[in-house]
């Protein structure tokens, strides 16, 4: 029996400025778990991600601000975790631009 | 509407030698994503987890030994993760004694 896929969270981080990196790290019918990793990335002036998906994510390097619809926003040091239900509107208005920010998302069903 | 709840993953890490601690952090009925804190704890000799679900691990604090029946052991630093499919036997064999190890485990279906 092969060995499970090991890897690393913190390696491979190099993103550029156009772009985010995301990796799927595993994923089922129910469930996707991915890698961010933003370099100074934010969303598009205005644009609110509206997700069918429930989104549990957490901040491990780096440091970034999620903006919420009619709400606060809120600041995400390393080990910071946030759980936004599905179309809870939110936008990342900034991260970190000098270092690497590594994102862990889960997206779930019900 | 009020604020997502927000916690870190990093406080409140005491543990005694006589059990870990286990917190769910989300959950549906398709997923349960838990931090699950060690400090040199291990599975009993002989004990196996042999889980319906499958489960992505990852350590990231801390450092860990798992094993797996007919296959290596693999040691865990930070950043390290791992994809356990269901059913597929495994046990912690050894988790650092002096200092916590912090483990993020997202357990799904398919």
Redesign the interface.
Known sequence: ???????????NLASTVSEELTHV??S????R?ERIVSTGHSSPEGFWFDQDE?E?V?V?KGEARLA?E???T?Y??????????AH?KHRVEWTMPELPTVW?A?F???
């Open positions: 029996m092969p060995d499970p896929l090991r890897d690393n969270l913190f390696v790290l595993a089922s019918n129910s469930v778990i429930h549990w957490v491990l919420f009619n709400a606060e809120i995400l040091k390393p080990g910071d975790h946030v759980n936004i239900p809870r862990l889960v779930y069903k019900d």
